[in-house]
């Protein structure tokens, strides 16, 4: 009598990927940890002064098997409640004491934290996700072009790195079928299977972005602070999304300058604040090297709300000039103390569906601020 081929086995596969389902759980914590704590974690300064180049430790609960708990409040029975028992209550723990908390200093254990390392780029992955450049449209030119890869073919003939291993599988069945044994086994040659790809340009619309930030003497280290690390995670956005995306950095007191990306960043505080220079020179800059017909224009500007009386009518009108060629206008205040701003004043009755603001009243609303301006929404004709 000839053996069987295979044996059937009773054994609970499931054990086999207790480690790798462990891994998984893991990960999917450490991903809602840092969804929740992304407000928090985009105003961090150690962040932003390190270029983006750092390791963040995201404080999460330690992940503990499932198990019964005897609960010391209900003793009539173990496991079965006293009859009072309803949907969410808590087993095994008293809710007044449990994890130490409550009034005076407690004698109940707390819960167990460990610190997940991520990378900049894992936050950025979770942070971008969510955000695109609104209301893009489709230029007359599309200077832009990125390639890509695109597979076309498969072939006999290859190098073993483009392997197909889906279809040199099957040909192997297939052959062996053929044969008269239906099974995978001695891959021949013959049963290779290699992918074979080819270059595609993919055109891109265009886009110019004008970063526009307050630098004048009211700007105090809180709205400075805001203002750079609301740049910071724009300009790293930006670039990590969108090919060759440009970016003009426009500084500015009583007077605005074109200035560079290290002087954006670093640049001091001094003098009054004339906030229409900044959008006098973004209006220069787009008329001499950014044709509406050709970008999409983004112009941000960020303050802390503070500018001469006698100029907020001039910056009204010159703010419908910029839409009338740009896809928005972000305007952003930093105001830690909810004071009133001669700048809002002026502009919460300027009503344009592409004219979008958002104040910053803590370091966490950055994120907010994010979202506002950086919204998935629909193009408009």
Known sequence: MTEPAFILSREDWSLHRKGYQDQSRHQQKVREAIKQNLPDLLSEENIVLS?????????????????????????KHVGQGDGDSQVGDVLGTDPQSANGKGEG?????????????????????????????????RKEKEQIETTDVRFTDVRRKGIMSNIDKKRTILENLRRNSREGRPEISGISPDDLRFKTWEDIIKPQNNAVILAMMDTSGSMGSFEKYCARSFFFWMTRFLRRQYEKVEIVFIAHHTEAKEVTEEEFF?????????????????????????????YNIYPFHFSDGDNLTSDNERCVRLIKEILNVANI?????????????????????????????????????????????FKKREAVS
Do not use: W
């Open 51 to 75: 270029d983006g180049r750092q390791i963040i430790k995201i404080p999460i609960r330690s992940m503990e098997e499932y198990r019964f708990i005897y609960n010391n409040n209900k003793r």
């Open 329 to 373: 206008f972000g305007y952003g205040e930093v105001n830690q103390y909810n004071r009133s701003s001669t700048l809002m004043s002026a502009y919460k009755h300027l009503e344009h569906q592409q004219f979008l603001y958002h104040v910053i009243k803590e370091k966490t609303e950055i994120y907010s601020a994010l979202k506002t301006f």
């Open 266 to 294: 670093t640049r001091g505080e001094s003098g009054g604040t004339i906030c229409s220079s900044a959008y006098i020179k973004a209006l220069e800059i787009i008329d001499s090297r950014f044709s509406p017909s050709l």
């Open 105 to 137: 200093a407690g004698d109940q254990p707390g819960d167990d934290v460990v610190e997940a390392e991520i990378s900049i780029a894992e936050l950025e992955n979770l942070l971008f996700e969510e955000l695109e450049l609104p209301y893009m449209k």
